[in-house]
């Protein structure tokens, strides 16, 4: 299997654009990192809420005790104190479930913000990336025989913009007619990043 053209100049090119790929998708993260930490930084309000609603649900919960130990009056002045205290626990869990939702949409945000322009680019480098993988692959296996001369020359002919032709044979057709081959077959192994 080639990974690499054994051209210096595609497989330099190749091997920049494979880190500029590793590249990109380190920044993303880190991006995406960053925003999580940024967002995940607003917990602190609903983690501030939920420490004052228990500890008021817990103050007013030992008041409600100590006035219910009050001779007489004390089960009638407990129920006020007793509610406060189930607003102060209701006051914690809204600022618990306000962490949570915070939370949540910082993970989801830092996950969404580094995915997409990953997969993105990830997706369109690789599919290309395996598209010259495969045809490079294929190519070198078959280079080695002189009667395949042809087959790439065809090619060539095929596939090359018609100012690389003549630069390779002042005349392709009638190199193809002649069956002169090499000049042609040249360009489109070299257009792969094989030697020839």
Do not use: C
């Given at each position: 299997?080639?990974?690499?053209?054994?051209?210096?100049?595609?497989?330099?090119?190749?091997a920049?654009?494979?880190?500029?790929?590793?590249?990109?998708c380190v920044?993303w993260?880190?991006?995406g990192?960053g925003?999580?930490?940024a967002?995940?930084a607003?917990r602190?309000s609903?983690d501030?809420?939920e420490?004052?609603?228990?500890?008021f649900?817990?103050?007013?919960?030992?008041?409600a005790?100590?006035?219910?130990?009050?001779p007489i009056?004390?089960?009638?002045?407990q129920g006020?104190?007793?509610?406060?205290?189930?607003?102060?626990t209701?006051l914690?869990e809204?600022?618990?479930?306000?962490?949570?939702?915070?939370h949540?949409?910082a993970?989801?945000?830092g996950?969404?913000?580094?995915?997409?322009?990953?997969?993105l680019?990830?997706?369109?480098?690789l599919?290309?990336?395996?598209?010259?993988?495969?045809?490079a692959?294929a190519a070198?296996?078959?280079r080695?025989?002189a009667d395949d001369l042809?087959l790439?020359?065809?090619r060539?002919v095929?596939?090359?913009?018609?100012?690389e032709?003549?630069r390779a044979?002042?005349?392709?057709?009638?190199?193809l007619?002649?069956?002169n081959y090499?000049?042609?077959a040249?360009l489109?192994?070299?257009?792969?990043?094989?030697?020839?």
């Open positions: 299997m080639k990974l690499y053209a054994e051209t210096p100049r595609l497989q330099a090119r190749q920049l654009l494979d880190l500029g790929l590793l590249l990109w920044g993260t880190l991006v990192r925003l999580y930490r967002v995940e607003l602190i609903g501030a809420v420490r004052a609603g228990g500890s649900a817990e103050t007013l919960g030992d008041v005790g100590a006035v219910g130990r009050v009056a004390g089960s009638t002045l006020p104190f007793r509610d406060a205290a189930g607003a102060g209701d914690a809204a600022g618990r479930s306000g962490s949570e939702a915070i949540d949409v993970l989801w945000a996950w969404v913000v580094a995915l997409v322009p990953i997969v680019l990830a997706v369109w480098y599919r290309n990336r395996y598209v010259w993988v495969r045809e692959t070198a296996r078959i080695v025989d042809q790439f020359a065809l060539a095929a596939n090359r913009p018609l100012h032709l003549v044979t002042p005349d392709p057709a009638a190199a007619a002649a069956g090499e000049a042609l040249r489109e192994l070299r257009a792969l990043g094989l030697r020839a």
